[in-house]
C-alpha cells in the first residue's frame, strides 16, 4: 500500500482563492516532496521539505510538515486557472529514500 | 538536456502481445524508476535501477513484466504476454542521487491500451 496519501481527492476553486490540500503518511520519513502533473504531462517537482523543517516557501506555494502528526500541507496562495492540475507527495519510509506516491489531489481553478 | 524521454507516447495492442516501452534517463542520473499510473491504484513504483542494476522490483506485478538497463542511456519495460488490466499509464523517472532528498525527473509517459 502507498506510504502517503493526498486529501481531498478532488477541489474546485476559484481563481484567486487560495488551495490547500494534504498528505498523511504512516511511517517515519526522510523527507517529503510535492509534484505537480498537468493533464497528459509527467509529474514535475514543486518543493522538498525534510524531517527537521515544519516550514518552506516557494514563491505561491508554503508546505509545512508535522512529523507529530504524520502530515503535510500544500497551500497554493492566491491561485490562478494555470494551477489546475494534479498534485502529489511523494514520501520515503525512513529505512529507505525511494520516493512513493499517493493517488493525488485533482485541482481544478475557475477563471 | 531534453530530459526524460520516453517511447512510444501511445501504444495500443491486443491482448496476448508482447509490449515494449522505452526510456532514455537523464544523462548523469544514477537512478531510474519504473512507475504505473491508474485511476484506482495511483501512481504505483514497479522497479528501480541504480547504475544499471536493478534494485528493488518488489513492485512488478506479474511474471509477465519485466525491466532491463542494458547501459546508463536506455531502460525497457517488457510486458508478454499483455492483457486488458494492464492498461495504464507508464512513467520513467530519473534522479541522482535515487532518494527524496533530490528531484526526480519524469518522462511525458506512454499510455498504454490493451484491448
Known amino acids: 500500500s502507498q506510504q502517503g496519501e493526498e486529501d481531498p481527492q478532488a477541489l474546485s476553486i476559484q481563481e484567486g482563492e487560495n488551495a490547500t490540500m494534504n498528505c498523511s503518511y504512516k511511517?517515519?520519513?526522510?523527507?517529503l516532496q510535492w509534484y505537480r502533473q498537468n493533464s497528459g504531462r509527467g509529474l514535475v517537482h514543486l518543493i522538498l521539505i525534510r524531517s527537521n523543517e515544519r516550514e518552506k516557501h516557494s514563491g505561491r506555494l508554503r508546505v509545512t510538515l508535522d512529523t507529530s502528526k504524520k502530515s503535510s500541507s500544500l497551500l497554493i496562495t492566491a491561485s490562478r486557472a494555470a494551477d489546475t492540475a494534479s498534485y502529489f507527495c511523494a514520501t520515503d519510509t525512513g529505512g529507505s529514500y525511494i520516493p512513493t506516491f499517493g493517488r493525488g489531489t485533482s485541482l481544478i481553478v475557475h477563471p | 538536456d531534453a530530459g526524460v524521454i520516453q517511447s512510444p507516447r501511445h501504444e495500443v495492442t491486443e491482448m496476448g502481445q508482447e509490449v515494449t516501452l522505452r526510456c532514455k534517463p537523464i544523462?548523469?542520473?544514477?537512478?531510474l524508476f519504473w512507475y504505473r499510473q491508474t485511476m484506482m491504484r495511483g501512481l504505483e513504483l514497479l522497479i528501480y535501477f541504480n547504475n544499471n542494476v536493478p534494485i528493488d522490483d518488489s513492485g512488478m506485478p506479474e511474471d509477465r513484466f519485466s525491466a532491463k538497463m542494458p547501459n546508463a542511456s536506455f531502460s525497457t519495460l517488457k510486458i508478454q504476454p499483455s492483457e486488458p488490466r494492464d492498461s495504464a499509464v507508464y512513467f520513467c523517472a530519473s534522479s541522482p542521487t535515487g532518494g527524496t532528498n533530490t528531484e526526480a525527473f519524469f518522462g511525458q509517459g506512454t499510455r498504454l491500451t490493451v484491448v
Open positions: 544523462s548523469g542520473h544514477d537512478y
Open positions: 511511517t517515519s520519513i526522510n523527507n
